[in-house]
């Protein structure tokens, strides 16, 4: 259930699913998601679906978190990236196969640790994960050339958008209505933010402070 036949197989479904990136795609291929979740769920590690993984909270379907990644690095490369909610770790790793640097805030302290010994166990160096409320970005680091935020907000936090380079790039779930979101690309240009709208999706709710 877990061979790379099987995560092959999950790449040829987002290719088909309008994935071009060889760079995501490659990605995709490399992380073993079914060591970011529980093992009773692993055997459905490699579908193309969100699962539960705990706290109420939900790993991202692999087609959105291809589709994020491929939106942050379509125009062209960022080096740096902060991630807003880093839930599994699963979308974190996959931006690390891709940049540089990803810094991760998540507000949920098992989940935090749990991804923290993930990302030793997966031996990834270049991702530094910190418990902490994403409301306020993360000041110490920025700024950053994009931003991941992986849980829905009601309006992008104003700390997030400021702590962008300048031609750098955003992308969150914007609600639309009760749960159903609109993926979002915001893009700084100068004293404006430009925005661009891709997709409907589902994501668990953003959620001020930390719990
Ligand atoms: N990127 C994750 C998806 C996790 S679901 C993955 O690949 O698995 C969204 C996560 O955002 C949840 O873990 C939730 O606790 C977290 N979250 C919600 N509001 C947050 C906030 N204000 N700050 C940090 N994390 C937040």
């Known amino acids: 259930m877990t061979s790379q036949r099987t995560r092959d197989r999950l790449v040829k479904r987002l290719r088909d699913h309008g994935i071009q990136d060889e760079r995501v795609l490659s990605a995709i291929s490399h992380v073993p998601r079914h060591l970011c979740m529980d093992e009773a769920m692993s055997t459905r590690a490699y579908e193309d679906t969100a699962l ?11 087609y959105i978190v291809a589709r994020m990644t491929e939106a942050v690095i379509r125009d062209r490369l960022p080096r740096k990236v902060l991630e807003v909610g880093t839930g599994s770790g699963y979308q974190a790793a996959v931006l690390a196969q891709i940049v540089e640097e990803v810094y991760t ?19 990834y160096q270049n991702i530094h994960a910190s418990y902490t409320d994403g409301t306020w970005g993360l000041p110490d680091k920025a700024p950053f050339d994009a931003i991941v935020v992986t849980a829905a907000c009601q309006s992008v936090p ?10 750098g790039q955003l992308i969150a ?14 893009t700084r240009k100068g004293a404006d933010f430009e925005q661009e709208q891709l997709d409907w999706v589902r994501f668990v709710p953003f959620v001020p402070g930390c719990a």
């Open 52 to 62: 539960p993984i705990g706290e109420g909270q939900t790993i991202s379907q692999p």
């Open 105 to 123: 805030v998540e507000r949920i302290k098992s989940l935090y640790e749990k991804a923290k010994c993930l990302f030793q166990r997966l031996g």
């Open 158 to 167: 104003e700390a997030l958008l400021s702590q962008l380079v300048l031609e």
């Open 173 to 186: 779930p914007i609600n639309h209505d009760e749960d159903t979101q609109i993926l979002t690309l915001i």
